[in-house]
Every structure is written in structure tokens, then in C-alpha cells.
């Protein structure tokens, strides 16, 4: 008697890289489970799916190791089968398929129906919105478009991703009332590219407007911006961050660097002088708002003086929210074809003294939040802490309020007010107030 057959398949997705694969995999694993699939997120699971990053060189070294982590337990006959989906397979399929031939199949960004084929599933099309969540029950991404059609000298995700498709806002608001009727309470807004939404769709850029429509979800009280572009922001959105108390007063926004030379060859389009200005009416349009950017050190061509000018510029311009990472010299990009001449301890130091900058500017705003009252959302309890955020804070990038949970009960999911009593550098501890 044939046993195998009988065994039933319990899938385990594992995903890698950024909130848009989180999401990703979410969109896969609620198309199994509509299949009747026995589906687990990075538990123990006979087959198993890796959701791959492939952005820049750490990245794709984690998805290359985790490949070659389940391939070994494929051959120890701890797993039977191993796919591999997203971005890395994306860019790399030939490649991957020669050195780690061992993967049952590898699938692409858009090769979903594909991939769920391979599983045995079938793609059903009146799914649209329907996901099985991996973030703690109070928040969930709500990934707004797919691709980018910016020309950014450095990156590569044009290449995995394609070309920017935005989605229909009915289609958004319906996925907002389905998240929101399992108690989802924050919504993070992310995509290739904010700003751009709609300029497919509607021939404008719409995003205000899906604001407006999103406001008006029954059930979703914060609703947060990621991943907005500088060049041709459209500053609609501030007047309905200002006017719409559900969309927090935070904003993520990705600068690049700030030297006129180094933003020309990133091919950013925007200046300097431009970008200040813009940051400027942030603060003008909706006072108090909280300015998250990321940074690149290190670019091909980076000289002391324009590293300099980007160290002043973070010291002057003091955000709420800074990140800084050393430049990756990836194949089949613009700036491939220029020297990366940067010496690697040259771009880890430059990285270190951007963020000892800000960790200090972390530091004083911190301290001026000692005595104020606070609306937060408790994510969860670790250890004797129960862990929460303000609007000005997003889920695992950003400051976190602590609270003694040896003095204070907390529901996770709740909003409730803390008062802050100590802060340190990137973390609050407060009280219920």
C-alpha cells in the first residue's frame, strides 16, 4: 500500500525582506487556505514556500542562505519540497536555477497562479482582498500599487517588480472593511511608490483621495504612510493629513542623500534647495508631524565634501526618524556601470556617524516628550514590558513606549494614553494615564 499519498501537505511560507513581501506572502497563504491547504507562517511545515528579497547585497545573501538552509533539510528528508517565489528568484531565476538545482521549482514576483498550481491550489480571482494577516491582529499593511516607474540610478526594483500598477480604490476599501472586520485597527499604506498612485488609473495622482476613502472605513483608526517619493509630491495629501484625524501625522519618506551631485547621478530628480523646502511645508502644513527618511552613504562618486554636506544637512534638518545604509553596487542598475569607489570601511564608518548624529537628535526629542500624554496601541507583551506605539511610530522600525506590566494591565490591540515618565535614545516608558 502506497503511503505517501495519503500525507497531508502543511505548507510553511517563509518570507524575507520588506513589508510588501509580508504582504505578499499574506496574499498567498489566504489563496491556500481558500484551497482547503493546511498553511503555517515560519513554523514547521513539510513543503515549504521562501518569499525571497533580492534589493541589495545583505539581502540577497539572507535569501541565499535560507534557500540553501531548507534544501539541506529537503536532502536530510526533514522537508519534502521546497519552492522559491518573490524578488531574488525574480532577478536571479538562471542563475539560482544552476547553482541550487535542488529547489522543486522557483517562481517570480507575478507568477502567483503558478506558484499555487505547483502546491496543488487554484488561483480564485474573487479573492481580491482576502488575506491571512502574519502581523499582530491590530495593524496590517495595505499595499496600495505594485512596481515603479522611477528611473533611481541605484536600485533594482524595476527590474523585480516591473512597472508601476496602481490599484482601484474600490478594490482598496473593500480589503480595508475585510481587514477591519477581523479587528485590524492601523492600516500601513505601502507600495514602490505612494505618490505615484493613481497616475495609471486615473491619469492623476490620487492618493488624497484614496485618503478620503479610506477614512471613511468603519473600524480603522490610523491609518499611516510609507515609501512616498519627493520629486512631484502631491501636496493635497498634507491638507488631509491635517484635516483627517485618522491618518497619522508621520510620514516615510525615502531622501537618498542630499549633495546636488550625488542626487543627479541617483537621478532622483530634485535638488538640495527643493528638498528642504518640501520638508519646510511638511512642518508649515501639518505641525508636529513626524519625518521618517532613509539614507544612502558611500554612492559611486561620494566625496568627503558631499558626505560633509549630508552630515550637516542631518544635523540642521533633525528628523523624528532616520535610517542609513552603505551603498550596494547591484548589476543591471544605472549606477552599475559607474566606478563603486567607495572603500567598504569608508561607507560603514560614513553610515556609523550619520546615525550617531541622529541617535543623539533621537535623543533630545525624546526628552521632550517626558511629561505628555500620549494615545498609543499595544502590540504586545515581551518579557515584563507590554509594548506600544504612538502615531508618530511605525511597527518594528521605530521608537516603542515600554510600559512595567509588573504594575499595569494592558489588552493588546487597545489604544489607550500613556504618560511618559523616561526615554532613552529610540524607546518611551510610560504609564496608563
Request: aromatic residues 8%; contains cysteine.
Amino acid at each position: 500500500m502506497r503511503t505517501k499519498s495519503l500525507k497531508k501537505n502543511k505548507i510553511n511560507v517563509v518570507t524575507l525582506g520588506c513589508s510588501k513581501n509580508v504582504y505578499d506572502s499574506e496574499v498567498l497563504m489566504g489563496q491556500l487556505r481558500a484551497n482547503n491547504k493546511e498553511v503555517v507562517h515560519e513554523e514547521e511545515g513539510n513543503v515549504v514556500v521562501i518569499n525571497t528579497c533580492g534589493f541589495i547585497a545583505n539581502a540577497k545573501e539572507e535569501s541565499v542562505n535560507t534557500i540553501l538552509e531548507y534544501v539541506q533539510k529537503k536532502e536530510e528528508g526533514l522537508v519534502d519540497k521546497v519552492f522559491v517565489t518573490g524578488c531574488l528568484s525574480e532577478r536571479y531565476k538562471p542563475d539560482l536555477q544552476k547553482e541550487i538545482p535542488n529547489v522543486d521549482e522557483y517562481f517570480g514576483t507575478s507568477d502567483l497562479p503558478n506558484l499555487l498550481k505547483a502546491l496543488g491550489a487554484d488561483y480564485k480571482h474573487e479573492l481580491i482582498g482576502e488575506r491571512l494577516t502574519t502581523t499582530p491582529k491590530n495593524y496590517a499593511y495595505l499595499k496600495i500599487a505594485e512596481g515603479c516607474d522611477r528611473p533611481c540610478s541605484f536600485c533594482a526594483i524595476p527590474i523585480m517588480r516591473g512597472k508601476h500598477r496602481s490599484t482601484p480604490i474600490e478594490d482598496l476599501v473593500s480589503e480595508a472593511e475585510k481587514l477591519a472586520a477581523k479587528g485590524v485597527k492601523e492600516l500601513i499604506l505601502i507600495a514602490q511608490d505612494l505618490t505615484y498612485y493613481g497616475l495609471d488609473l486615473y491619469k492623476k495622482r490620487n492618493l488624497a483621495e484614496l485618503l478620503e476613502a479610506l477614512v471613511k472605513v468603519e473600524g480603522i483608526e490610523w491609518i499611516r504612510l510609507h515609501y512616498a517619493f519627493p520629486t512631484g509630491f502631491p501636496m493635497d495629501v498634507l491638507e488631509v493629513m491635517r484635516r483627517e484625524p485618522k491618518i497619522c501625522n508621520y510620514i516615510d519618506i525615502p531622501l537618498q542623500h542630499i549633495s546636488d551631485n550625488i542626487l543627479k547621478s541617483m537621478r532622483r530628480g530634485t535638488t538640495q534647495a527643493k528638498t528642504t523646502q518640501l520638508l519646510k511645508d511638511f512642518r508649515s502644513t501639518v505641525p508636529g508631524m513626524a519625518i521618517r527618511t532613509t539614507l544612502i552613504v558611500g554612492y559611486p562618486g561620494e566625496t568627503e565634501e558631499d558626505f560633509q554636506t549630508l552630515k550637516q544637512w542631518v544635523t540642521d534638518m533633525r528628523f523624528e526618524r532616520l535610517g542609513c545604509f552603505a551603498y550596494s553596487h547591484e548589476e543591471n542598475t544605472h549606477a552599475y556601470s559607474l566606478e563603486d569607489d567607495v572603500p567598504e570601511e569608508v561607507k560603514q564608518d560614513r553610515a556609523n556617524q550619520i546615525m550617531e548624529i541622529q541617535s543623539q537628535i533621537s535623543w533630545e526629542l525624546n526628552q521632550e516628550k517626558i511629561g505628555k500624554t500620549f494615545r498609543c496601541i499595544i502590540d504586545r507583551k515581551e518579557g515584563n514590558y507590554f509594548v506600544g506605539r504612538t502615531e508618530f511610530d511605525s511597527p518594528d522600525v521605530d521608537n516603542e513606549v515600554l510600559i512595567d506590566a509588573t504594575k499595569h494591565y494592558l489588552k493588546i490591540g487597545d489604544f489607550t494614553s500613556i504618560k511618559i515618565h523616561e526615554a532613552s535614545d529610540y524607546d518611551l516608558y510610560g504609564e496608563p494615564a
